[in-house]
């Protein structure tokens, strides 16, 4: 089972629109990391926010954290062509594993 | 630095039989995990191992089994293949010792079982 439910499922947007994509899960956390997956390949690791942590950015990344609602936010500023690829949350709740969410897809038409 | 690489990166094999696939971490990583991805689970945890101590395992059948060796290059493998098993196989490697931080995927092994 997965710990993470991610929303929405797909998106289309723009080029140079921004991009937002949530995640809830369901236990305690250490932290709350997300990743992006280009076309079936390995996953790049994006930004990790810790517990104690409310936003974090990297770039054109913007990430929130509210452990009290057990969800986090992942924002993409000023998308690219580039930034089509499916993006997963992962959490780690001190048990060795990451537990990833469903992904939401995003394309973004040029 | 030279990234996580597993092989094969493609395998075709029956059902019944069986297959090993293979990880190497990044230099220096000891902690290395294993995940099954298919476009109806999403992506499922198998296994962690951490200087050759699996510390965690997933709820998959006791087919999938896995090991870590003295350098951390890991294997996994799978006996009597079902058709289910067909799967990209991902493979991370982590610097971190206490707990899952950041994750280095390798490229993975996409698995077709006939």
């Known amino acids: 089972s997965q710990q993470g439910e991610e929303d929405p499922q797909a998106l289309s947007i723009q080029e140079g629109e921004n991009a937002t994509m949530n995640c809830s899960y369901k236990?305690?956390?250490?932290?709350l990391q997300w990743y992006r997956q280009n076309s079936g390949r390995g996953l790049v690791h994006l930004i990790l926010?810790?517990?104690?942590?409310r936003e974090k950015h990297s770039g054109r990344l913007r990430v929130t954290l509210d452990t009290s609602k057990k969800s986090s936010s992942l924002l993409i500023t000023a998308s690219r062509a580039a930034d089509t690829a499916s993006y997963f949350c992962?959490?780690?709740?001190?048990?060795?594993?990451?537990?990833f969410g469903a992904g939401t897809t995003v394309t973004v038409r040029a | 630095k030279a990234g996580v690489t597993q092989t094969p990166r493609y395998l075709i094999k029956t059902r019944g039989q069986q297959v090993t696939l293979s990880c190497s971490p990044i230099?220096?990583?000891?902690?290395v995990s294993w995940y099954q991805q298919t476009p109806g689970q999403g992506l499922q945890f198998l296994f962690e191992?951490?200087?050759?101590?699996?510390?965690n395992k997933g709820n998959f059948p006791g087919r999938f089994s896995g090991r870590q060796f003295s350098n951390s290059r890991s294997e996994m493998n799978v006996s009597t293949l079902e058709l289910g098993d067909s799967a990209l196989y991902l493979c991370?490697?982590?610097?971190?010792?206490?707990?899952?931080?950041?994750?280095?995927f390798g490229p993975g092994t996409r698995l077709t079982v006939t």
């Open positions: 991370a490697s982590s610097p971190e010792q206490g707990r899952a931080g950041e994750q280095y």
């Open positions: 236990t305690s956390i250490n932290n």
């Open positions: 926010i810790r517990s104690n942590e």
């Open positions: 992962a959490t780690d709740a001190n048990d060795y594993k990451l537990s």
């Open positions: 230099s220096g990583h000891r902690s």
């Open positions: 191992y951490f200087s050759e101590t699996q510390r």
